[in-house]
């Protein structure tokens, strides 16, 4: 007997699995990139410092990011793109210094100066989208701080037929390299990258595939300053619940948001009278991955700039369906729920012979002890709910390799 049989795509909207530590990696001093999946782990890594431009590519977007967590420092200056030769000597008091956003993709910094709420409208920042010939044309100059006393001016000439086409050079001139990067050629990625040094790179795995990105990246806190945490991919939402015992925090009726920081940095604090990273034991993120699944997550562990790894646990709290040849273990679902009769089924696939059923409150309460053996395998079991107040609880299943919860909500 599969899950599928048992359970209608509404139910197995509340299926779970057990709570998992997992531990990813930005190596020491946050030098790497890891692309994780909350379903698969990490599927890509990438070394920060391999880049310095990142274009955006899916659909008509023109998002291009600079990579100050590198060290790079990026500046408008007051020129025309027509008056390339008069930028030709250091002058960061006259110049605009801009950042990527730290809470949208597609406002990179190079996009300064257009309207961050609709990022691809007219003007893109760096450019003009021509209605006529449905390309944008480059009309600012730029000065990209290369971290070591050295400077590059950088133009966006225009991206025309999903290619983008940009001109580079020292300040005085020399070095002069027209390069072009062609969206075609990154396609299922967010951005393609490039590197003054090398040229074009392909950096990230396809954006379908990963949820979550760990990295250091400039946050405002308030004024610009690098940070390690976690951003989430396009299309990932997720949802910070704070002055909640993580044990009992829940997501329904909460509005997950675009802003691709809402885990960012702040799950971690550092003491400065102990000198270690202290964090917080109220706090809850929820994260919808781009097929739909509701994850909870509780930061536990970072191990600074000697390690960069960053330790969690997670757990599948909602998913949007189970494949007709599914039979995962530990699958726990109650049905119905919400429940406002004495009684609901709770269906378990597990190994253990015998299993403890704890309900608690949101305080944290033990409400209910129930023991049941002969569990083995996919069943059904009945649970007994009469006498339980209206509110939602906490229904947590124990036995030998078993840890499952799952919320009730009782009417």
Known sequence: MRLHTLLSASLLSTALCAQTEVTVTTGPTNATQSFYSLHNGVQGTATLASWDLAFEIAGFTS?????????????????????????????????????????????????????????????????????????????????????DGAYRKLRINALASGTFSFTHADLDGSNEVTSTLQKSNFTGKNFGYFSFATGVLDVEPPSDSWDLVFTKYVGFVPTPYPVAGVLQNKNVTALQVDGVDPAIAQWWGEEFRLDINIIGSDWKTFNMTTFQYEYAQDRTYFVQDRSGNVWKLIFTGYGGSATGDMT?????????????????????????????????????????????????????????????????????????LNGLNAGMYLVRVQGEGLDASTRLVVE
């Open 63 to 147: 998002s291009i990011l600079v990579n100050t967590a590198k060290g790079l420092t990026a500046f408008e200056t007051p020129a025309a793109i027509s008056e390339w030769a008069s930028v030709n000597a250091p002058d960061e008091g006259n110049w605009i210094p801009l950042n990527n956003s730290d809470s949208h993709w597609s406002a990179g910094a190079l996009t300064n100066g257009n309207n961050l709420s609709e990022p691809d409208g007219f003007n893109v920042g760096w450019g003009t989208y021509n209605m006529v010939t449905h390309t944008i044309a480059g009309t600012k100059i730029y000065v990209i701080g290369l971290g």
């Open 312 to 384: 969690f646990t997670q757990e599948l709290m909602s998913s949007v369906g189970v494949d007709e040849e599914t039979t995962a273990e530990n699958a726990l679902v109650i049905f119905p729920n919400p429940v406002s009769q004495g009684s609901a089924q709770l269906v378990l696939n597990t190994s253990a012979p015998s299993v403890s059923i704890s309900i608690l409150d949101l305080s944290g309460k033990l409400v209910r002890t129930i023991q049941r053996a002969g569990v083995q395998g996919l069943g059904s079991h009945v649970l007994d």
